[in-house]
């Protein structure tokens, strides 16, 4: 028996990154073997057992063929005569199939891992890459991820993802999955390269067709001097990696907001009148389809909506700032409101030439809000009010303080 750490501990190592969570592959076991040492079995479709005393994951050696459609359509083969060069080769790129010898601290890297992260190319292992239909989303997450690092994708490796995109082997993919790879893709510090790897290979149009349907659309330029709607938004998803890293919550309602202009009337174009609008509808669509969670449904409703509002808040009048405030669940859920202003300055910010602005709104916004939730009901229930008088004098008070803070 022979124990390797692999995958990701190994590659971030080499790219001098923290690491996370450590995984093992174990050569030259069998289960009982396994079990015998302590070690707890956890795995459905294949052997992975637990580290009796790291918890670790470590996994028996394996190989895999196609037989069926999708990602889970394969046989997997753990007897102990597999070896660790045929466990690497069935792995998705060349920086990721690199083995770590930890008694002697030896590289074993059969598939050129080493060169292409010198090279800084993201690569597949071999031609079973296309058997797999995750596996370019993987790439796409890969690209977010390591594209600031300098990565580009092996054209070969591209040539690939788009004969799977062509297979209708993406439909497969059940929504769990897809929405797994984009949170981690949101996540990353260049979530444009997800956007335009997935694009440039044909993959968005089953993934994300309503984002897909952007590219190409055309706006103002004075407004937008990028003037691809497509292009504007990898900007909107990269600024909201650069002012809310880590946060897939700012980063999809940022991802979504700008949906309706695809559905924008040829004969109106370049404006976009009612954009904002129309955008619900293919926003609900995609929720709908992959499944999100209510937050995200939620908050990326309200910027989708009232985004513009947000651009023009020193435009709009005490009341019609209530009512923003209250269509957006501000007083249950203030956070909410903080969140909306920081997805709006990302999609102000998020044009060519803009990077670097200033977006006052976000503050205002937050200021104004601030102000209408120290307005409480039962202080004036206390004052002596009571029924419907008591919700009257909340919203006037309400829209005072709102003034009285503009004019602070």
């Known amino acids: 028996m022979k124990i390797y750490l692999v995958g990701g501990a190994v ?24 079990e015998a040492q302590g070690f707890k ?36 083969d753990a007897d102990p005569s597999v070896t660790l060069e045929q466990d690497l080769q069935r792995r998705d790129f060349t920086l990721n199939a690199i083995a770590r010898d930890e008694e002697s601290g030896e590289l074993v ?28 989303l993987r790439a796409a997450r890969f690209m977010a991820r390591f594209a600031s690092l300098g990565f580009t994708l092996a054209p070969e490796t591209a040539d690939l993802m788009r004969r799977i995109a062509a297979s209708g082997e993406l439909e497969a993919l059940v929504p769990e999955r897809i929405w797994q790879e984009l949170r981690k893709a949101l996540r990353s510090p260049r979530p444009s390269a997800f956007l335009r790897t997935l694009h440039d ?41 650069r002012l809310a890293p880590g946060d897939d919550l700012v980063g999809f309602a940022a991802l979504t907001h700008d949906l309706g202009k695809a559905l924008t009337p040829a004969d109106q174009l370049p404006r976009h009148v009612m954009h904002e609008q129309r955008g619900l509808k293919p926003l609900a669509a995609l929720c709908e389809r992959l499944k999100m969670p209510a937050d995200h ?17 020193d435009e709009l009048r005490d009341a019609t700032v209530l009512e ?9 859920r203030p956070e909410r409101i903080a969140q909306m202003a920081l997805a709006c300055e990302c999609d102000k910010r998020g044009r060519l030439g803009f990077e670097d602005s200033d977006y006052p709104q976000r503050a205002t916004l937050q200021r104004l809000h601030a102000a209408a939730l120290a307005i409480n009901a039962r202080d004036l229930a206390a004052a002596g009010l009571s029924g ?14 709102i003034g009285a803070a503009r004019r602070a």
């Open 11 to 34: 590659r971030d190592s080499l790219l001098g990154l923290e690491a996370g969570d450590r995984d093992w592959v174990v050569v030259g076991a069998t289960q009982q073997e396994m």
């Open 41 to 76: 079995a956890v795995g459905r479709d294949f052997p992975v057992f637990l580290h009796p005393r790291t918890g670790e994951e470590h996994a028996l050696a394996r190989t895999e063929r196609k037989s069926g459609r999708g990602y889970r359509g394969f046989v997997v």
């Open 109 to 136: 890297d059969p598939w050129g891992g080493m060169r292409d992260i010198q090279a800084r190319v993201l690569r597949h292992v071999g031609p079973a890459f296309v058997e797999d239909p995750l596996r370019v």
């Open 201 to 241: 290979t044909g993959a968005l149009a089953s993934i994300l067709p309503e984002v897909e349907a952007l590219y190409g659309v055309p706006q103002r330029a004075e407004f937008h001097p990028e003037v691809d709607t497509g292009v504007h938004q990898e900007m909107v998803s990269d600024m909201a990696a």
């Open 297 to 313: 449904r939620q908050l990326a409703e309200a910027v989708c909506r009232e985004h513009l509002n947000v651009h023009r808040i």
């Open 324 to 332: 923003l405030i209250q269509r957006c669940d501000g007083f249950r």
């Open 388 to 401: 419907p008088a008591v919700g009257e004098a909340v919203k006037k008070a309400r829209i005072e303080a």
